[in-house]
């Protein structure tokens, strides 16, 4: 079945300690998004890449980076966590025309100690 | 500030009756309108969209309503379900191309049996 699937699905780090968070899908989509999910919030786009463009939100701290290598593969690095990243980070990939629902990875929950 | 509101974060439903999940949005420039519905420990899943140029969607037990001068959307589920039972998100997305949704916090519904 195609699917987008994240790894790991739970990931704990240290206070300031990078961590990768990885996402993958077979559905041959050209557009990838990561959202951060806090406890009963709505889900939050962080940033999308459009092929290999990438697109940031405005408000997205620094501290998120993302890279795509190929169409397959999205990564999300958090440079230094902090207690407020603490949170559900879901993918999502879209075929990008409008009007296209996104399809949603199970999410990866990161704690930070 | 939060462009899609969903107020009511759980609503209970005997099985067999009607299901009314109910969103609200601010920003009149959104112009198509979806519903995830989320189990635990699984990404949202799409359920059912509808354009701005309607006001109805209808989907075998789900229809999406839109009335735009309100800006309010309401999802309908008849006969609800057990397996219904999950939260529900209401997204809404701007434009052309790839689509930025902005989510509400989700309602969870419970079907009892």
């Known amino acids: 079945d195609a699917m987008v699937i994240q790894n790991p699905r739970y990931q704990v780090t240290q206070f300031g300690k990078p961590v990768t968070l990885s996402c993958s899908q077979t559905?041959?989509?050209?557009?990838m998004y990561w959202y951060q999910q806090k406890s009963s919030q709505a889900p939050k786009l962080l940033f999308h890449?459009?092929?290999?463009?990438?697109?940031n939100e405005a408000d997205t701290p620094d501290n998120f980076q993302s890279r795509r290598p190929n169409t397959s593969f999205c990564f999300l690095d958090i440079r230094s966590p902090g207690l407020g990243d603490a949170a559900m980070y879901l993918c999502?990939?879209?075929?990008?025309?409008?009007?296209?629902?996104?399809?949603f990875g199970p999410g990866t929950r990161l704690t930070v100690l | 500030d939060q462009q899609v509101k969903q107020n009511s974060p759980s609503l209970s439903v005997q099985e067999g009756r009607i299901s009314i999940l109910n969103c609200d949005y601010t920003?009149?420039?959104?112009?198509?309108f979806l519903w995830y519905k989320k189990y635990p420990a699984e990404g949202p899943t799409f359920l059912i969209s509808?354009?701005?140029?309607?006001d109805k969607n209808e989907d075998g037990r789900f229809t999406v309503f839109l009335n735009k001068s309100a800006k309010h959307l309401s999802l309908h589920i008849v006969p609800s379900q057990p397996g219904d039972s999950a939260v529900y998100f209401c997204?809404?997305?701007?434009?052309?191309?790839?689509?930025?949704?902005?989510f509400g916090t989700g309602t969870r519904l419970t079907v009892i049996p």
């Open positions: 999502a990939t879209s075929r990008g025309t409008f009007g296209n629902e996104q399809f």
């Open positions: 559905l041959n989509h050209n557009v």
């Open positions: 890449y459009y092929d290999k463009d990438f697109n």
């Open positions: 920003n009149s420039m959104f112009d198509y």
């Open positions: 509808i354009s701005s140029i309607k």
């Open positions: 997204a809404a997305s701007v434009g052309t191309g790839a689509n930025n949704l902005f």
